[in-house]
């Protein structure tokens, strides 16, 4: 079975530009979650979505968006990047969000970086 | 609010050596606990996870983690460490967010070196 898949696996922008990531989650898991790992720190919790709503959001500034679509994909956007926003951006997925007996699975990343 | 605190930076064993990696955590009510390996350039494996029962949790890869309420502790364990197992290694408890869903609360990560 396919696991969670992220795109792309690398990114370089600059400060100032935009940045769209993108997340299929585990074939039959509806909860996708989105994480920030800055090198030398542990993941931190951006956003949460089920069923194509928002249902968390970590301590981010606005300029940090996301949506699910119906196949319960979903995109994570970044807005007037900062160099502060180079990090490791992990995608997250499980069968429901709610119970915690449902583990999240992790995806590779998207390493980004901001020139 | 909830917390988790892995003191070590690095642990290094000799291979064939038990290992143990340190986990603390603070939380308001029953904690959820979990372990994740990270190997360079990857993503998060899924190691083990205590939600309630017994306080010896096994999980994959022969690893196991004691749960400890008094001493609000959640330690991973092997019998036997092989060099393989080099990797990073983060402590997590689940948080609620709002409407009842939830999110880690990582800690800081612990590198695990075994030597030959």
């Known amino acids: 079975d396919a696991g969670v898949t992220q795109s792309p696996t690398h990114l370089i922008k600059t400060r100032g530009q935009h940045v769209t990531l993108r997340c299929s989650p585990i074939?039959?898991?509806?909860?996708v979650s989105w994480y920030q790992q800055v090198l030398g720190q542990g993941p931190q919790f951006i956003f949460q979505?089920?069923?194509?709503?928002?249902?968390g959001r970590g301590n981010f500034p606005d300029r940090f968006s996301a949506r699910q679509f119906p196949n319960y994909s979903s995109e994570l956007n970044v807005n007037a990047l900062l160099l502060g926003d180079s990090a490791l951006y992990l995608c997250?997925?499980?069968?429901?969000?709610?119970?915690?007996?449902?583990?999240?699975?992790f995806g590779p990343g998207t390493r980004l970086t901001v020139l | 609010a909830q917390s988790v605190a892995q003191p070590e930076d690095q642990v290094n064993v000799a291979e064939g050596n038990p290992l143990t990696v340190k986990c603390t955590y603070s939380?308001?009510?029953?904690?959820?606990l979990f372990w994740y390996v990270q190997y360079p350039n990857r993503g998060l494996q899924f190691l083990l996870k205590?939600?309630?029962?017994?306080?010896l949790v096994k999980g994959s890869y022969g690893f196991e983690a004691e749960f400890n309420k008094s001493q609000t502790s959640f330690h991973l364990k092997k019998p036997s460490a092989l060099v393989s197992d080099s990797a990073l290694y983060f402590c997590?408890?689940?948080?609620?967010?709002?409407?009842?869903?939830?999110?880690?609360?990582f800690g800081a990560g612990t590198r695990l070196a075994v030597h030959p």
């Open positions: 997250a997925s499980s069968l429901a969000g709610q119970s915690p007996y449902n583990e999240q699975f």
């Open positions: 074939s039959g898991h509806k909860s």
């Open positions: 979505y089920y069923e194509k709503e928002e249902r």
């Open positions: 939380v308001s009510g029953n904690p959820y």
């Open positions: 205590y939600i309630t029962g017994d306080n």
């Open positions: 997590a408890v689940r948080d609620r967010v709002s409407g009842g869903y939830n999110k880690l609360i």
